[in-house]
Nanobody, 124 residues
Framework: QVYLKESGGGLVQAGGSLRLSCAVF????????MGWFRQPPGKEREFVIA????????YHANSVKDRFTISKDNAKNTLYLQMNSLKPEDTAVYYC?????????????????WGQGTQVTVSS
């Protein structure tokens, strides 16, 4: 059974940094793309950033360009999201997701497995 578990969320001041982790169980982590999505308060879930199965390339939303970095450690079956220069508008529940085989995609429907989410709150 596939299980994803995020960690590392919390409260941080604007301009600060956080690193999220996502441990993946019961899945061939190295053969699928992975992504991070977020759901701000009162809004729909949105794409943040994704990485190819081999880690060779990534896609990101314009809103996180030059601030967020995604990486994966295939040996540890763990996905990471490094978030720098955080802004209040980054406040959301952050979800990691495991995609179908192929290139990383932006749409949630291409990700069959999801974690339960971790809260990130950025104060001004």
């Amino acid at each position: 059974q596939v299980y994803l578990k995020e960690s590392g969320g919390g409260l941080v001041q604007a301009g600060g940094s956080l690193r999220l982790s996502c441990a993946v169980f019961g899945h061939t982590f190295s053969s699928v793309p992975m992504g991070w999505f977020r759901q701000p308060p009162g809004k729909e879930r949105e794409f943040v950033i994704a990485i190819a199965d081999n880690g060779d390339f990534t896609y990101h939303a314009n809103s996180v360009k030059d601030r967020f970095t995604i990486s994966k450690d295939n040996a540890k079956n763990t996905l990471y999201l490094q978030m720098n220069s955080l802004k209040p508008e980054d406040t959301a529940v952050y979800y990691c997701a495991s995609g179908v085989k192929g290139p990383p995609r932006l749409e949630p429907q291409w990700y069959p497995y999801w974690g339960q989410g971790t809260q990130v709150t950025v104060s001004s």
